[in-house]
């Protein structure tokens, strides 16, 4: 359909009055230790450091510093309890603590919900809807596998392996930590969990949750820090397996350190997915499924729908009705219950996104943002499309972890193809067509290991979730997601 | 109140292949998105006052009587006594025979009069019979028209007939305001809702409007919505903005906002005013003035004190 130059206002004389989720009834202590054998302790070396909110750049709490000193601590009391408790518990009783887990989680969403959105600047709509609804999830789904193993790998003998070192990201802080400890526990391994330096309150208040729930010492131990406190937990001998979602950059670093050990690993990283859109798709819903891939969480999404390939014939229609789109996406106070893009989670991943921004524009491309008005404090990025973009612009090719999307045209299916696959990534994508054959084509011919149809960020603990190439090794979640924690016999 | 930007000619039949699919997975997850918007405080106040000035206060029955409907055209005029600084609403629907009734109840305020015609709600009579129902209600003084399609012909797939059967009711109209009701709950899919929406928008009609109120589903929300993109993509092509009006099923003012505010999200400004959006109800005013009572003294009354007319 031919768009003339008829522009829709979404500058309204009615406006959504604000509308702030209640902090009343959340508790968040002054100064938090570390997680080690059931209790809060103090760091050896006795550091502290900020955690801070960033939507107002205010101090949230201090939270322990753990060194090389913690992480022997911590993988001794694991390894204790691992021993004497928990990998020779009776697999039902192992289920009914991770059921109680994820029921206490339940109970305490809405607490959990807004701390996750102080901490990590995400909209609440989003924590509330979609992080602590899917960790308890996750604690349930597994909670299910601990007495069944025997169903998951028939004819073979689960054994647990031991002590894993869990490392995970600030995007998603209660979700990955669900993601990695609920299998763990499940088959009967004892877990150092890490949570980001920048989010690590749910992880802490998922450590007092723990110990609410009565789970034996030792079983969890949450260590927070630094890139040298993670460093410290991989290398260390005690730890069995190592569990990773983060940068590819560190990634790598973490398979350097494993080399010649017989450490087994999993590596969630990067990506840099492709949103294929055909002509024939549902034009309306492929919009909005636009939006799902690349404005969730501000686009901080390894799996996020950054690159869009849209057909030629509908280019112009796609972009002008996502740009209409874009204009009513909320940006500002993540605790707001109409706001839709949230803050940026720290000043180093604002100046990365902003680097981005203006290597993009250097290179030629042409960049559209949103009028949206944003806040004084904090760190905020505009919703932001590139288009005028190739396969050698780097805007293309680097994982940009912000609400940025690149857009391109394709012709045929080959050539959608081809361009989806021309990157070192490999987590996810997503094809929006009405053809059902058309969707299994495509399917298969792209190299990742998540792929939507019709849809796009859809999470289920059922589903495997895990990349190809540069974008990581392993599966998490289902099925598979026991296999990293098991060694068969 | 301001007129549709309707021009005098219609853009002709449309292309039938150019009509986007419709994914009706995607539509719930949309509306589900629209549905979780808080509206609070002064910007609900808004919300209801809004809603109001844009309700068809309605009596379409066959026990409908000329005392019921001067009734309901006082219940118009005077909305709710107790708070004097009321918007009124749009316009109050009845059938043909009963529009010279409200012509004269109404004589003298802005309320439009608004008639159904076409042998509603079923639609199945000869097109002659048709038009004469719709010159017995604009000779009668109705303001507004609203026709149903014939829903049998555009199952069956016959959309030229449908196209030029509502070409032929928007000629007879005159002046008055042609409101095409699709009847959604009567095609199926949201795709057929889309295709009807094209359809009457090219034919000429000022509004398209979800259902008579005979047939359940009646307005639902993810009809309105692909009704709402159908609208907005018209007035892309053609800079021609149609009105909406959902119908029936609406009666609570908390369903009212969240129309509200998928029309504000999926329209934008020039469509929150009742010259481009309507809500077809009977009993939804008073709950709205119920609510703006409570937002104004923060109790609720009982029903007993809102007139029922």
């Not at chain 1, 450490?263 to 034009?283: H, P, Q, S, V, W």
Request: net charge neutral.
């Amino acid at each position: 359909m031919d768009r003339s130059p008829s522009k829709l206002s979404f500058q309204t004389d009615w406006q959504y009055a604000p509308a702030p989720e209640s902090i009343d009834h959340v508790r968040v202590n002054e100064r938090y230790d570390l997680f080690i054998d059931g209790e809060f302790v103090a760091p050896a070396a006795g550091g502290y450091f900020d955690t801070i909110n960033p939507a107002s750049e205010k101090v949230l709490a201090r939270v322990a510093q753990a060194d090389a000193t913690d992480v022997e601590r911590a993988v001794q009391a694991a390894s204790r309890a691992y021993q004497d408790v928990w990998s020779g518990m009776k697999p039902a009783e192992r289920g009914k603590y991770i059921y109680r887990i994820a029921r206490a989680l339940q109970e305490r969403a809405r607490e959990f919900a807004v701390i996750e959105s102080l901490d990590g600047g995400k909209p609440i709509r989003e924590s509330r809807d979609i992080d602590i609804p899917l960790s308890s999830a996750h604690f349930f789904y597994y909670a299910g596998w601990a007495d069944k193993l025997e169903y998951a790998f028939p004819g073979r003998r689960a054994k647990p392996l031991g002590v894993a070192a869990q490392i995970v990201p600030w995007n998603f802080p209660l979700l990955m930590a669900a993601w990695k400890i609920a299998p763990a526990l499940a088959c009967g391994n004892t877990v150092v969990l890490k949570p980001a330096e920048t989010t690590p309150l749910t992880a802490l208040k998922l450590a007092e949750l723990m110990q609410d729930v009565g789970l034996p010492p030792g079983v969890v131990n949450i260590l927070t820090g630094a890139g040298a406190t993670g460093a410290a937990l991989v290398a260390h001998p005690g730890i069995a397996k190592v569990a990773f979602t983060g940068s590819t950059e560190v990634g790598r670093l973490i398979q350097k350190s494993l080399a010649g050990t017989d450490k087994r690993y999993t590596l969630e990283l990067g990506g840099k997915a492709a949103n294929i859109i055909f002509a024939d798709a549902a034009i309306d819903q492929a919009v909005e499924g636009i939006i799902n891939g690349i404005f969730f969480n501000q686009g901080h999404v390894c799996c996020a729908g950054s690159r869009l390939l849209v057909q030629e014939s509908v280019a112009d229609e796609v972009i002008s009705k996502l740009k209409d789109r874009m204009e009513t996406l909320i940006v500002g106070d993540p605790l707001d219950k109409n706001t839709d893009i949230g803050a940026i989670n720290s000043a180093q991943q604002l100046a990365t996104i902003e680097s981005y921004l203006a290597m993009g524009r250097a290179e030629g491309a042409q960049l559209y943002q949103t009028s949206a008005s944003l806040p004084e404090q904090g760190y905020w990025c505009r919703p932001t499309l590139f288009t005028g973009v190739s396969q050698s612009n780097r805007v293309v090719q680097e994982e940009i972890f912000g609400p940025v999307l690149a857009i391109q045209t394709f012709r045929t299916a080959a050539e959608a193809l081809d361009k989806a696959n021309n990157t070192p990534y490999g987590l996810s994508g997503g094809v929006w067509t009405d053809k059902g054959a058309k969707i299994f084509k495509l399917t298969q011919g792209i190299r990742a290991g998540v792929i939507w149809a019709n849809t796009f960020n859809k999470f289920d603990p059922t589903a495997p979730f895990g990349g190809y190439k540069e974008s990581g090794v392993g599966r998490e979640g289902g099925l598979h997601g026991l296999t990293p924690y098991v060694e068969l016999g | 109140m301001t007129a549709p930007a309707a021009a005098a000619v219609a853009p002709g039949f449309p292309d039938l292949d150019r009509i986007p699919r419709v994914d009706q997975v995607g539509v719930e997850e949309r509306v589900a998105r629209l549905c979780a918007r808080s509206i609070k405080k002064d910007s609900k106040v808004a919300a209801l006052q809004l809603a109001l000035s844009m309700i068809d206060l309605t009596t379409l029955e066959g026990q409908d009587t000329p005392g019921k409907v001067r009734q309901l055209c006082q219940k118009a005029m005077h909305l709710h006594s107790a708070l004097p600084d009321l918007p009124r609403v749009a316009a109050v629907c009845v059938y043909p025979s009963m529009v010279q009734v409200a012509r004269q109840s109404l004589a003298g305020t802005a309320i439009r009069v608004c008639s159904v015609a076409t042998a509603f709600p079923s639609g199945q009579t000869s097109l002659d019979i048709k038009l004469k129902d719709v010159c017995l209600a604009v000779d009668s003084g109705a303001d507004e028209v609203d026709m149903v399609i014939s829903r049998g012909a555009f199952l069956r797939g016959d959309h030229a007939y449908v196209f030029d059967e509502i070409s032929a009711i928007k000629e007879a109209c005159g002046a008055a305001h042609l409101k095409v009701i699709l009847e959604t709950g009567e095609l199926g899919t949201l795709d057929r809702v889309r295709r009807a929406s094209v359809l009457a928008m090219h034919a000429g009609a000022d509004f398209i409007k979800t259902s008579t109120g005979k047939i359940q589903p009646a307005a639902t929300m993810p009809v309105t919505l692909v009704m709402l993109q159908a609208i907005r993509d018209f007035y892309h092509a053609t800079d021609r903005r149609v009105g909406m009006k959902p119908a029936g099923g609406i009666s609570k003012a908390k369903q009212a906002i969240q129309y509200l505010v998928m029309l504000r999200e999926t329209l934008g400004q020039a469509w929150l005013t009742p010259g481009l959006f309507r809500f077809g109800a009977s009993s939804l005013a008073n709950d709205v003035l119920m609510q703006i009572e409570k937002q104004l003294t923060g109790a609720y009354q009982s029903a007993d004190y809102f007139s029922k007319d």
